[in-house]
């Protein structure tokens, strides 16, 4: 049954500090840009909030920029703007390849990166590229910011740290030496929700991440150790297996998630110099 915008509510902040202030003083709220989640759980009437944030005219949360060694990616910046970034073109062209297949044209114009880290669904199309990536989440208050390691910034299926007060306003994103790899596996290249995902970089270390094979996008630790200890390939996706959890549901099985997902890590390490 279609949802209701009925007694819902709507602030509309005039600035970030604005923002930040509404959430402190006038919450709970839920934060909301471009709503191409938000707006599927209201026609589908699974949307519990009543009280929401929007932050689509802060265009302060769009800039894409170096601060330092690092680039700074807005919250609010849409997976267009990400493919069309020379600077996220030179620095995480696996974010670029990401966000290409984040639904369609619509969808790109529209969807945040923000909102796909908040989001925190394990099949999240950016998230493997930014666990592999050693980023980080800015999270700002009425009382202070602070950065939260990627790696540690969800805490179970569609979990985070992030409190009721606080905004993701950034992603932040050190240099990256070494090639970078993305392959999204789903029933269509793009416009269709992911089987399996993957985001790796080879360089003097190899950093791997998937994506709907665990409750949140996994960092495969484990593999990347026994890599670093000269394993053979055979012997990395058999260390991959057990890191994995994935679960069958409507999209696959988890079978066929384990064995993708092995084939893909051989295709990453394949395509090393």
């Known amino acids: ?36 989640d938000l707006y599927v759980a209201l026609n589908f009437g699974t949307l519990a909030e009543t009280a929401f944030l929007n932050l689509w005219t802060l265009e302060r949360l769009r800039r894409i920029e170096l601060r330092g060694d690092l680039l700074s990616i807005g919250a609010l910046a849409t997976h267009s703007d990400i493919i069309r970034s020379p600077l996220v073109g030179r620095r995480i062209p696996m974010l670029a390849a ?4 984040v639904g369609g044209v619509q969808i790109q114009n529209r969807g945040t990166l923000g909102g796909n880290v908040a989001n925190a669904s394990p099949a999240g199309d950016t998230l493997p590229a930014l666990a592999a990536a050693d980023a980080f989440v800015v999270l700002s208050s009425a009382g202070g910011t602070r950065r939260v390691p990627f ?51 080879v360089g003097d270390e190899i950093r791997i991440a998937f994506g709907s094979v665990a409750p949140t996008v996994l960092r495969a630790t484990r593999t990347e150790a026994a890599l670093a200890r000269g394993a053979s390939i055979a012997d990395a996706q058999r260390t991959l297996s057990e890191e994995l959890s994935p679960i069958d549901d409507i999209r696959s099985t988890a079978e066929y998630r384990r064995r993708v997902a092995a084939n893909l890590l051989a295709r990453l390490l394949d395509q090393r110099p």
């Open 98 to 101: 990401a966000s290409r297949q």
């Open 1 to 36: 049954m279609q949802g209701s915008i009925l007694h819902r509510t709507l602030l509309t902040p005039r600035s970030l500090r604005d923002a930040l202030a509404m959430l402190r003083d006038e919450g709970p709220l839920t934060p909301m840009a471009g709503c191409t």
């Open 151 to 201: 790696q540690g910034f969800y805490t179970g299926y569609r979990q985070t740290v992030r409190r009721p007060d606080e905004l993701i306003v950034a992603i932040e994103i050190p240099k990256i030496r070494g090639r970078q790899w993305f392959r999204k596996v789903g029933t269509r290249a793009a416009q269709a929700i992911s089987k399996v995902v993957i985001a790796g970089v």
